[in-house]
């Protein structure tokens, strides 16, 4: 499948496929070759874009933001998305003036870079539609206002009209999410309120999906058919109706599934064959049918 011409005049979008974070010793060997290497300029051969995951725990020091950028500067088109701090958008009470400023040094140097793609503000299930939550989104927006905002939320009382035309009000993106479906986990939708379209598939490893003992590794532990993958391209182009750029990425990064899938959506999405690491068609055969030969 191949992205659909301009519709009703709307440029075609840039479908930015990419993967969240590129720091996992289980890749060593997959998606990364024996030895040595810079892995973040490693991941830019191949991708798009980054999700960075680190400044969802702590904001980033200024020294590996400098890092981060030199590293991909023979990538031009290369963009980074930034998970904002989870001080924001998982901990209810009141944030002050210090704790923004503690995140704003990282923000304003990527973009100043031209590589900012999105700040993603996720939140968790319990982000319920509510009034309260409302208000504790809005002041986060107006915080950060001036960065391309995209706002994840995993709760389906959020998937209604009303919470859309809440975040185009503030100029904020919807993040478009793939997760297991369980109780009321919001399902899968081609929702656009901003020129940034965004999607995160986190696979669909139900039985490790809320439980208290599973680590980061457990629960993102699964593997997209093509199949599936062929669903969300689907819904990736309706997206991109609506969007100047589409981020699409993989966070179901065990033993470097995210990077294989993704690079199966790329081919899809762009109608062409892609580079990819050998090591990683070595594990993963069925990728045969659509890299470079």
Known sequence: MAPDDAVHGHTPPRYRVGVAGWSYPDWEGIVYPPGK?????????YFDAIEVNTTFYHPAPAKNIASWLSRVERFPDFRFTVKLWQRFTHDPTPFGREEIEAVLPALRAIASEGR????LMQFPYSFKNRGDARDRLERILDAFSGFPAVVEVRHASLNVPGFYQFLRDH????CNIDQPQISRSLAPTTVATSPVGYVRLHGRNEKE????SADRTTRYNYYYSKQELLEWADRIVVIGRHSADVYIIANNHYRGQAPANGLRLRSLLNGARVNAPPTLVEAFPDLQEVVKR
């Open 37 to 45: 290497i810079d892995q973040l300029a490693h991941v830019a051969q």
């Open 209 to 212: 999906w809320f439980s208290e």
């Open 171 to 174: 100029g904020a993106g919807f």
């Open 116 to 119: 900012l793609g999105a700040l």
